[in-house]
């Protein structure tokens, strides 16, 4: 049986007289990657902030299982050793550090030095651009140079799970396409990973399932190939009549 690393179910979200999030369901298994599309408040990153604890005060109810342990209510400083990682909207480097500081940050937890320079070697490997800029200061790269950068740090605290909130967002097009064969690619090394995506068409072809949100409620999910050939998600997602 597939293993659960996170089961939400019957998540509400409430800010004060506004529901962003109404009640859903949503399941990511060991090893795949999952894509929430939706548009522009559908109550996409609501949902991962309640993931991670990050929501300001406002109504929760629902319950939010990361691997078999109930997150509903838990803080983000609770979950600091949980292997939990997110990537938020606007990336959230550190602009004074370089990129081997900013990794070496996201290992903040460990202690085990040649493990740690290992990932830092393997994932120079999966985003080349960074390995070349090493020694350079995070704030002088590009958006999806620090996309990646942001990237490449949580994924040195060895996540089980790895919560990406639009990746693509404010990119060129070429950058977007980097950014999402370097998702894949992650993917391929077995992370398992929740894609937050308004780029519909990009996310799908990438994601082994795919979750649709609407105004805080999931409308359709399944195979992410399916998704792709359905006409109701072509004409309302990926701009095909
Ligand atoms: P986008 O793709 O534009 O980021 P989204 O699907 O991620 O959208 P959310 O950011 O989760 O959507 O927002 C869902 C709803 O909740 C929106 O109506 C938004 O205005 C509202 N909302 C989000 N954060 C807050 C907040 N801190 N206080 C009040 N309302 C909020």
Not at 68 to 89: C, D, I, Q, W, Y
Not at 108 to 114: I, L, Q, S, V
Request: glycine share 10%; net charge neutral; hydrophobic share 45%.
């Amino acid at each position: 049986m597939a293993e659960n690393v996170l089961k939400i179910s019957n998540l509400k979200v409430a800010y004060g007289g506004i529901k962003a999030v109404k009640g859903i369901d949503l399941e990511v298994n060991k090893g795949e990657l999952i894509t929430l599309i939706g548009a522009n408040g559908a109550g996409k990153t609501t949902t991962l902030k309640a993931v991670t604890g990050t929501l300001p005060s406002c109504k929760v109810e629902g319950d939010i299982f990361y691997l078999g342990e109930n997150l509903r209510g838990k803080k983000s400083f609770e979950l600091v050793t949980s292997h939990l990682a997110m990537v938020p909207e606007g990336r959230g480097v550190f602009t004074r550090m370089t990129i081997h500081e900013n990794l070496m940050m996201g290992a903040y937890t460990r202690n085990d030095t040649a493990a740690i320079n290992d990932d830092i070697e393997k994932w120079y490997s999966v985003f080349p651009r960074l390995k070349e800029r090493s020694a350079q200061l995070a704030g002088t790269l590009s958006g999806g140079e620090q996309q990646m950068l942001a990237m490449a740090r949580a994924l040195m605290s060895h996540p089980n799970l790895l919560l990406l909130d639009e990746p693509s967002m404010g990119l060129s097009p070429i950058m977007v396409e980097k950014i999402f064969e370097v998702v894949r690619n992650v993917s391929a090394q077995g992370v398992t990973i929740l894609l937050v995506e308004q780029n519909a068409k990009l996310a799908l072809q990438a994601a082994h399932r795919g979750y649709v949100m609407d105004s805080g409620l999931i409308t359709m999910s399944g195979n992410a190939k399916d998704m792709l050939d359905d006409p109701k998600v072509q004409a309302a997602y990926l701009g095909e009549a």
